[in-house]
């Protein structure tokens, strides 16, 4: 007898090859653990955005540890329970033994960040902002891949609104933040089927020591709060809660996504 469309043993093992997948899927994301008891490092946490996201952490009743420059004299900007360690990206060998110390790492988070404006026309000025902030991620992210593989872990790095759009007097910035954001979906590819999520956050006009120079100009603020349309600059608070969604169980099947958070500043 002839019969259309697909047999029932062959509709049978499709459903039974998408019941297996639907189990693995569950397993894998019961992996990604929640607030409370995981293995957390900030690197750039001992100041501004990135002590912000430490301190957040902390809240949340993770182990945290904050790795940066002048990590000694963080001082109020992090919570006393959050551990410092003086790092430095751009010294290879120290961030490999710093991360590959980790036996369990549940969240990696890149927000080190320099800016010269005015001066990134120059080649040896733009070669270290490039190399701190694009290739120090680059660094830190294949230093703790397996740790992060160990524990179904995530990186979220810190990109700019900057990876959008073009900064006239900070072309080195602009480049290595534009960078982070092609390797943060690169490394989401790449490393799916080990478990690791790869996500970024951008940052729009943010109150920090980086852009001090601007939000205490009047006329500057004025001209950024009037292109915002949520009318204020962004505290660090608000890059530490995007941050933790997307290390979070909540975020679970999201990988290689870039979160603007910056007052609608890139839809305007």
Partial sequence: MRT??????????????RSRT????????????????????????????????????????????AAGLDAGS????LPEDVKRVELDVRREDELRVFLGS??????????????????????????????????????????????????????????????????????????SKGGVLQLTK??????????????AVAPGWIRTGLTRELHESAETSRRIIDRTPMGRWGTPADIAGAVSFLAGPDAAFITGAVLAVDGGYLAA
């Fill in 74 to 77: 963080a001082g109020r900007e």
């Fill in 102 to 175: 980790f036996g369990e790492l549940h969240v990696l988070i890149n927000a080190v960040g320099i800016v010269a404006r005015g001066r990134e026309f120059e080649s040896e000025v733009f070669a270290d902002v490039v190399g701190v902030n694009l290739t120090g991620t680059m660094r830190s992210c294949l230093a703790a891949r397996e740790a992060l593989a160990g524990s179904g872990g995530c990186i979220v790095n810190i990109a700019s609104m900057l990876s959008f759009f073009g900064g006239g007097r900070v072309p080195a910035y602009s480049a």
């Fill in 186 to 199: 690169s490394l989401a590819v790449a490393w799916a089927d080990e478990g690791i999520r790869v996500n």
């Fill in 22 to 65: 639907l189990e693995e899927t569950a397993v894998h994301d019961d992996r990604v653990a929640g607030p409370g008891g995981r293995t957390v490092v900030v690197i750039g946490g001992t100041s501004g955005i990135g002590a912000a996201i430490a301190g957040r952490f902390a809240a949340d009743g993770d182990h945290v540890v």
């Fill in 4 to 17: 259309d469309g697909p047999s029932l043993a062959c509709v049978q093992s499709s459903s039974s090859h």
